[in-house]
């Protein structure tokens, strides 16, 4: 019998009218079904969302963060149940949703269970008056996620959704959503109240983490006066100058490139080598790329797995086909691979040159595919020019070993996020976000408090408290009182 992926409405699963295919993409074949969500799924979970708000705003930090730390323990206990499934769904190598996609979603609850523990809120006396500030929940929050990293980025907007004492209604990609109604679940086990988190499945709201689709949301949100935190495409760039590690910038490169199938929103596409090592990169960068793996998802030695979905992966050679048009040579892969592979979703790694370095249509739309450009340059200056040449600005890598280098070139550039000789080093305690149409608003500890929350003043007057002076004197109120 196919599994049908139901809503998930007030703490409950929930048919919705007609279904639609879930596809393997390794194998091109239905193995699931999934609810074809229609506007009135979408207001029974904003009602369960409001309903439930008015008494889970009003838990404690404490009671929360047990929550979360509970739901991590459930995840982490079936961590290999969701591996499979998160590799059968979108088309990554177990191996890789077993070591990043699965754990990171558990760091996800585990982190900001801990984080609402020990933040500090702003406080001042000014002779005679006591001013605070205090954060209340926004209310409930529509949370969208794209397909590329389907739990990892989910369960990134969820935990501080919960930690900070909102409810919300989640819109999973419909590429991708079994482990997001497997993580329904997990919910129930943990004993969270109905209603707190709600999940609406199919085609009701598409968003895949797409600028266009991205500016669309903004357009509706604003209308509305509504806070808003898009985290949109990127175009990133590698800047690797001649005085790098270039044994560990090939490596990390490889990964940069390639990793997920090059579906990652920060994977460098845009390679920029300066010209005293470019054709040694570039040897040695081909054949590296030429070792990698490509196959069946669930096979160990497996590196680079299968597209999200056919349509998916016909955008991805349409673009190989347009860099050739453009004057580009492809000097490995570019074709969908046959043999074994001939049903499923699968493209060659793909390694561009000659196309020129901004003006063309490869070096500055997002291909989101295992596609990348490697183009040579001379300068400093050129290297900040065509990293900023497009209209993204989420993230850039830069290798070298001159300090001043690094940061003088990482104050030049239009992103959100400079790695300096490394690459996806994440820290939930930093801002995450892109400049220009890479996005708007930050994620992280305190910018996720920021979106999540309201935030107020209190100010106490003359005759409301008695203050002593003496030097290291903390203050207790009971709020309660």
Avoid at 185 to 211: C, H
Avoid at 213 to 219: A, E
Avoid at 224 to 236: A, C, D, F, P
Avoid at 246 to 270: A, H
Wanted: glycine letters at 8%; aromatic letters at 10%.
């Amino acid at each position: 019998m196919v599994l049908t992926i139901q809503n998930f409405i007030n703490g409950a699963f929930q048919a919705s009218g007609s279904t639609m295919n879930v596809i393997n993409p390794s194998t091109g074949k239905v193995y699931a079904q999934l609810s074809k969500s229609q506007e009135n799924d979408v207001e029974l979970a904003v009602q369960a969302a409001d309903a439930a708000f008015k008494t889970w705003k009003l838990t404690s930090a404490q009671e929360r963060s047990l929550m979360l730390n509970k739901i991590a323990d459930l995840i982490d206990s079936r961590l290999e149940e969701f591996a499979l499934a998160e590799s059968r769904d979108q088309g990554k190598p177990l191996s890789l949703a077993r070591s990043v996609d699965i754990p990171r979603a558990v760091h996800n609850f585990r982190f900001f269970a801990s984080s609402i523990l020990h933040q500090l809120e702003h406080s001042q006396i000014v002779p005679g008056f006591l001013n605070y500030v205090r954060r209340e929940p926004v209310g409930p929050v529509a949370l969208i996620s794209p397909w590329n990293l389907p739990l990892y980025l989910l369960t990134w907007k969820i935990a501080p959704c919960l930690a900070y004492g909102c409810t919300s209604i989640c819109k999973p990609s419909e590429f991708t959503s079994m482990t997001a109604y497997m993580l329904c679940q997990v919910f129930i086990d943990a004993g969270l109240p109905k209603g707190v988190v709600n999940m609406v499945f199919g085609t009701a709201i598409s968003f895949t983490g797409g600028t266009v689709t991205g500016r669309t949301i903004y357009q509706s949100a604003a209308s509305r006066n509504k806070k808003l935190s898009l985290e949109l495409g990127g175009k990133n760039a590698n800047i690797i100058f001649d005085d790098c590690d270039l044994e560990k910038t090939i490596k990390t490169t490889l990964r940069s490139s390639f990793l997920n199938q090059g579906e990652i929103c920060l994977c460098g596409s845009r390679i920029f080598v300066q010209s005293k090592i470019y054709d040694a990169f570039l040897e040695k960068f081909v054949q590296e790329t030429q070792k990698l793996i490509v196959g069946d998802p669930l096979d160990e030695k497996t590196q680079v797995g299968a597209l999200v979905s056919e349509d998916h992966m016909n955008k991805v050679l349409k673009y190989i086909q347009i860099a050739k048009e453009e004057g580009g040579t492809v000097l490995t892969g570019g074709t969908r691979l046959g043999g074994d592979l001939k049903d499923g979703y699968f493209v060659a790694p793909t390694i561009i040159v000659g196309l020129p370095a901004t003006e063309c249509r490869v070096q500055k739309e997002e291909i989101f595919g295992p596609v990348v450009t490697v183009t040579k340059f001379e300068t400093f200056d050129e290297a900040v020019e065509y990293c900023n040449s497009t209209e993204y600005g989420l993230a850039a890598s830069v290798w070298t070993s001159n300090l001043n280098t690094a940061h003088k070139i990482a104050g030049l550039l239009d992103v959100g996020t400079v790695w300096i000789n490394c690459w996806m080093v994440r820290n939930l305690n930093m801002p995450f976000g892109g400049f220009k149409g890479s996005g708007l608003g930050r994620e992280g500890t305190f910018d996720s408090a920021e979106f999540f929350c309201e935030v107020f003043c209190l100010i106490f007057g003359k005759n409301s408290l008695h203050c002593s002076r003496q030097l290291g004197t903390c203050y207790c109120f009971d709020l309660n009182q």
